[in-house]
């Protein structure tokens, strides 16, 4: 039905246009993220990450071109085929977006509730697991996020995606915000539930350590398009003054040579 | 990296539970137990589950199932009543499912309902009403306290936001003030003239009218637009200001944010309310008197000129005295809710919210002080 055959990739952008006005973001942009890898999108301000991200999601159209998420194109699509895709997904946006007007378990409930197949009872059971495999104790529960950490926020924000079980998540700034204590325990969990539950991961990020740490594949964008994807092996030998100062100036050389042998390969 | 298992070639099955005819033989699952097969006969399979589960007395055969998640595996282990039965065979890859939650098994529930809340919730919201009051009160003083500190050196004044304030509550109001007045006017002169005309007494639509408008309607008609217009900006502006840091960033920088923010606003509705009072007043009493030559045969001219004598001048000076203050009143409350909003979305609903009601309905109080204090000035008995 919705299953596309393994050998398409989870999402396929091809030829994507983006314009505000006369200034062109994207030109002629292609990217394919294969099932069940880990994948930054890194890039410098401007460079369109976040408004690519949000095409991916359907929250924006682009001027030219198309998007095929789980083999599917996302625009001219009926409305029923967009939803059933969106319940397929999981989302964290970077400050969390959980409901202010709803307490911590409602807000992970909400989902669930919205299908109307399980009863409170099971819901109750389904909350608390999903709280225990973001490390949330069960005692927060009903507080409101307005309480609560920064750092618990965006674990409970991945607990309410991860709770229709999908099949890719998409992560903006999974750590911007963080100290470096709690960004390196939110990593660690990512990559712990990407192991776990076979997930893909789309990321958007500006941290060096969190993207050397997690990445299978690396997609920077810069000059309107994708200017490399692959491993970060790869990355790294292009000659471009984005990808040098990104990756190998003073800060890159830190973070990579604090990792040497935890840098995955696909 | 290879392709999760979810992916596997065999085409999907539908879940399914099957129960051998002897119940020691056990159950056996198959298909997908994962949310896409689920969402749509998860009441039945639990149902199944719970036959299989009561009935049964052998091994539970899950080698079968294709697919698992936490959805299908919390629906089994519910069924199972949430411990392990003696005899299970699972595929190993889904072992890690039920190892999760059997490590969960203990929950935290919802905190139970308390008899004694009502009583506490009444204690709360009366405290929280003498909060709002002391609040009020130490706004209005430390705003004093600010000002005059402030007039030592008037030049430093904000000046210049009282003028864009005067500008945004006054000049742009007066299209929907001017409007509803008129109409008020127009309604009132004619539901007056009915009764006027049965006695004959068609000439004291003026003293109706006049007395009515300038005295009372105007002055609060008026308060109650500025209130659910100007004062619901202010308490947003404020609470925006509040969740983004912009207040304290005021403060830091060592700028008072009584006299930046609350000052001139108090100051700017208190010149503009008597001023737009007088305008619907004014609008009220043409649209009366438009009204009057309708219904009534007194000519727009005539009704002018009668106005003086029905009406004494100290009404006027009543209006717009009552103008300053329920300006600087909805100004006041406005502010103090807009200060209170804390940093989420709900809260700044909540206070706007609060902030318009809780500002008409003082202005409908001092309006009655008013009345009370004022009953034996201005009215004139034929």
Redesign the interface.
């Known amino acids: 039905m919705l299953t596309a055959p393994a050998n398409t990739p989870i999402i396929e952008v091809e030829g994507l246009w983006t314009q505000f006005g006369s200034h062109v973001v994207h030109r002629d942009l292609n990217l394919r993220v294969e099932y069940g890898e880990i994948m930054s999108l890194v890039g410098g301000s401007g460079s369109g990450k976040t408004t690519l991200m949000r095409q991916m999601l359907g929250l924006e159209t682009p001027a030219q071109g198309g998007i095929k998420v789980f083999g599917i194109p996302l625009q001219n699509t009926p409305r029923e085929l967009v939803h059933r895709i969106r319940r397929r997904w999981g989302v964290l946006f970077q400050e969390g977006a959980l409901y202010s007007a709803l307490t911590v378990f409602d807000n992970i409930a909400l989902p669930l509730r919205e299908l109307r197949v399980f009863d409170e009872d099971y819901i109750h059971d389904m909350v608390m697991l999903k709280l225990d495999m973001v490390d949330i104790e069960r005692r927060h529960a009903w507080k409101s996020p307005s309480d609560l950490s920064g750092g618990m926020v965006k674990r409970i924000a991945l607990a309410r995606a991860l709770v229709l079980e999908p099949e890719l998540i998409f992560l903006d700034e999974p750590t911007a915000g963080l100290d470096p204590d709690r960004s390196e325990s939110f990593v660690n969990l990512i990559r712990e539930l990407h192991k776990k539950l076979g997930l893909t991961v789309v990321m958007v990020s500006h941290d060096l350590d969190t993207i050397v740490s997690l990445s299978h594949r690396i997609a920077v964008l810069a000059e309107q398009r994708v200017l490399v994807h692959g491993p970060l092996a790869d990355v790294v030998k292009v000659e471009h003054p984005f990808v040098r100062n990104f990756f190998l100036g003073e800060r890159g050389l830190r973070a990579l040579s604090a990792l040497p042998t935890e840098v995955p390969q696909s | ?7 596997a ?1 065999a085409p ?1 099955q539908e879940p399914e539970v099957r129960l051998a005819s002897n119940p020691a033989a056990g159950v056996t699952l198959s298909g997908a137990w ?3 097969s ?6 039945f399979m ?1 149902a199944s589950l719970k036959v299989a589960a009561t009935t049964v007395d052998g091994p539970w055969d899950l080698s079968g199932v294709q697919r698992l ?3 299908g595996a ?2 089994i282990w ?1 069924a199972w009543g949430k411990k392990r039965p003696a005899e299970v065979s699972l595929q190993p890859e889904h072992e ?1 499912f039920f190892e ?2 059997a ?2 098994a203990e ?2 529930d ?2 139970a309902y308390d008899p004694a809340t009502l009583l506490r919730k009444l204690g709360t919201y009366l405290l929280v009403f003498l909060e709002h009051l002391t609040g009020m009160l130490v706004l209005v003083g430390q705003t004093a306290i600010d000002t005059a500190r402030m007039l030592r050196r008037p030049t430093l004044g904000p000046w210049r936001e009282v003028s864009a304030s005067v500008f945004r509550t006054g000049a742009q109001a007066l299209g929907i003030t001017a409007g509803v007045g008129f109409l008020i006017g127009v309604v009132l002169s004619y539901l007056s003239a009915e009764q006027l005309k049965a006695f004959g007494a068609n000439a004291f639509i003026i003293n109706i009218l006049g007395i009515g408008v300038i005295r009372e309607l105007g002055p609060v008609l008026c308060a109650v637009l500025v209130a659910g217009r100007s004062g619901s900006a202010i308490t947003a502006q404020l609470g925006v200001m509040r969740v983004t840091e912009e207040l304290d960033a005021l403060s830091v920088m060592g700028i008072p944010y009584t006299v930046r923010l609350v000052l001139p606003k108090v100051l700017a509705l208190a010149i503009t309310m008597p001023l737009l009072i007088l305008w619907t007043t004014s609008i009220a009493l043409l649209g009366g008197a438009m009204a009057a030559q309708v219904t009534l045969d007194i000519s727009v001219m005539q009704f002018i000129t009668g106005l003086p004598a029905a009406v004494p001048g100290v009404n006027l000076v009543l209006g717009i005295g009552k103008g300053v203050v329920f300006g600087a009143l909805i100004a006041l409350v406005a502010c103090h809710f807009g200060l209170r909003i ?5 809260s700044l609903g909540i206070g706007t919210t609060n902030s318009v009601v809780t500002s008409i309905t003082s202005v409908i109080i001092a309006d009655a002080i008013f009345a009370i204090m004022f009953n034996d000035v201005g009215i004139v008995l034929m």
């Open positions: 990296m290879s392709p999760p298992s979810t992916l070639a999907v994962d949310i896409r689920l969402q749509h006969r998860a009441r639990q998640d936490h959805i919390l629906l519910r890690a999760q939650l490590r969960n929950g935290v919802a905190p804390q940093p989420n979305t709900e």
